[in-house]
């Protein structure tokens, strides 16, 4: 093929950054014969993870995490709501997830990422189905009151798997979670008890002083993995994603079930003995984050 | 696992609903197809190629553009998801080289569901791509297998039976292909090729071995809607000239 010869003749000529623009699969490639890659990763190491709880003041909950360069904010904010006649005694979660144009040259207000409603339902289907939270935790008077969770995360730098930051901020926001102290006041309507209001606080008896924290059973965690050939690499940044399409993401929970195994499509098929590297993976990856995440919220309690 | 399960409407666990595909019924689309299987019913409909490409597309290669109509109601995520699984799921399987700077587009009308419709619109969006002759590598077959609480995997659920299930996972696999070298289908160390997966998407908490599971049924299960694919694209008359475009 001509365009392999001339890249041939060029790369001894031409500087590295240009040919890394030019010709980004044969500048890949050469790296993954030596089984390493551009940023001097192996093949199966994520990028440096950091995990920062109560990022957001204001917020009930908030975490900012970073994977690599990316960056996601997540906050929760709890509001009193009556629930609805079918669950009487579960509260609910939204989840939104938004890609501002501060986070990738590509997008513009008027041209939103593709990505971002697609990322959003994966996580609010990930969040619900595993099981983290126990929604009659979050009821608060059967029938008439009942906590709804607004998650919002931000992604404010988009460098790849977005899905992975967004699902530890995600996870960390809900480990930081307050559920702010409520109490029935005269009409009879539940609402939040203010830390300044220091009169009259015989009459309002609080509903549920003791349970400030949701117990969190089987956290998810998950990892985005490139099929390449026979190659396969773990957590790729936005230019490898861009060249090698096809992306796989395991969902594990912290006792090793598989919560969401996600595969669009791709160029390159993925065979049994694929999937199963890819678990593996997974697996190792799903302790590390959660000794990360243990990390970040004892440094919480320190303070 | 020899018990028998009771399925409501009296199937066994790996037997798949009445599968129906017919080709060319829009007039003046390039390729239509619909596929049914039991009560769920897709029409899908491809115009292409047309000049051009969006502007984020690579122009080198043929773009694909999905547009996903479902029965009742407004778009919303669910459907923006579906548009995104299904085209690059479609673009896996399209020969992206040979009408470079075309975009082609394909739209899903959702007629009725009654479970497993994501798979279901696969397999027509597959059906109409080839009666529209838009240049293809090889085809896709879709399944959807899920998983009883009690560990069963079962085939092709109902909308009730999806409901009630544990978990459940779309698989996407290549269509096996016939060859015409003596040497037979492709073998990738010791793997066939059709036991590849194209797509998956699961729902729902199960374990890695119930997950393999999934894939060996929906592996078998999809030679035999190969099988039946390839019967009902053969056994269609050929076109007739009056063709839009």
């Known amino acids: 093929m001509v365009s392999a010869n001339v890249s041939g003749d060029l790369s001894s000529e031409m500087e590295v950054d240009a040919f890394r623009r030019l010709f980004p699969l044969r500048y890949h490639e050469r790296f993954l014969l030596d089984s390493i890659r551009p940023d001097a990763r192996p093949l199966g190491r994520a990028r440096d993870t950091s995990l920062a709880l109560g990022a957001v003041a204001s917020a009930d909950g908030s975490a900012l995490a970073k994977i690599g360069c990316t960056t996601m904010l997540a906050a929760v904010k709890m509001e009193v709501m009556t629930p609805p006649k079918e669950s009487p005694d579960e509260g609910s979660i939204a989840i939104e997830f938004y890609m501002p144009p501060i986070c990738s040259p590509l997008v513009r207000p ?40 607004y998650l919002d995360i931000y992604c404010l730098d988009a460098d790849g798997s977005l899905f992975d930051a967004a699902l530890l901020a995600a996870v960390a926001a809900f480990s930081h979670l307050q559920i702010p102290v409520v109490s029935l006041n005269e009409d009879g309507r539940v609402v939040v008890v203010s830390e ?108 | 696992m020899s018990m028998e399960i009771g399925r409501d409407d009296g199937r066994t666990a790996n037997q798949l609903r009445p599968l129906a595909c017919s080709r060319n019924i829009l007039n003046r689309a390039h390729g239509s197809a619909s596929w049914s299987q039991g009560d769920t019913k897709v029409l899908a409909a491809v115009y292409g190629p047309k000049a051009g490409t969006k502007k ?48 082609t587009s394909i739209i899903i009308q959702v007629v009725s569901d009654d479970g497993a419709l994501l798979p279901c619109a696969i397999n027509a969006a597959c059906a109409a791509l080839v009666d529209a002759a838009i240049p293809l590598k090889h085809l896709a077959v879709a399944i959807c297998c899920c998983l009883t609480e009690s560990g069963y995997v079962i085939l092709d659920p109902t909308k009730v039976e999806e409901q009630k299930m544990k978990a459940f996972a779309y698989l996407v696999f290549p269509n096996s292909a016939i060859s015409i070298i003596p040497e037979g289908s492709s073998h990738m160390e010791g793997e066939l090729m059709e036991h590849g997966i194209i797509t998956s998407v699961t729902h729902g908490v199960m374990s890695v071995d119930d997950y393999l599971h999934c894939l060996e049924r929906g592996q078998a299960a999809s030679t035999k809607m190969s099988a039946f694919l390839r019967r009902s694209l053969q056994s269609q008359a050929p076109n007739d000239s009056s063709r839009a475009g």
């Open chain 1, 110 to 149: 008027g041209r939103p990422a593709e990505e971002a409603p697609v990322v959003s339902k994966q996580l609010s289907d990930t969040i619900l189905s595993s099981g983290m939270i126990n929604l009659k935790e979050l009821s608060l008077v059967s029938g008439k009151a009942a906590w709804m969770a």
């Open chain 1, 196 to 303: 300044e209001n220091e009169e009259g606080k015989s009459e309002k008896e609080p509903v549920n002083k003791g349970k400030r924290k949701l117990t969190l059973s089987s956290l998810p965690f998950s990892l985005t993995c490139i099929l390449h050939k026979n190659y396969i690499l773990a957590d790729p940044t936005a230019e490898e994603e861009s060249i090698m399409e096809t992306l796989v993401t395991v969902v594990l929970d912290s006792s090793g079930q598989l919560v969401s195994l996600y595969k669009p499509g791709g160029p390159v098929l993925a065979y049994a003995s694929a999937v199963q590297d890819c678990i593996a993976l997974t697996r190792q990856r799903v302790k590390e984050l959660k000794s990360i995440l243990n990390e970040a919220i004892s440094d919480m309690e320190v303070d």
């Open chain 2, 56 to 103: 984020n597309e690579n122009p080198e290669k043929a773009c694909i553009e999905v547009i996903w109509k479902p029965k009742t109601g407004q778009l919303g995520k669910p459907e923006k998801e579906y548009e995104v699984i299904l085209k690059r799921t479609l673009k896996s399987i399209c020969l992206l080289n040979i009408n470079p700077n075309t975009t």
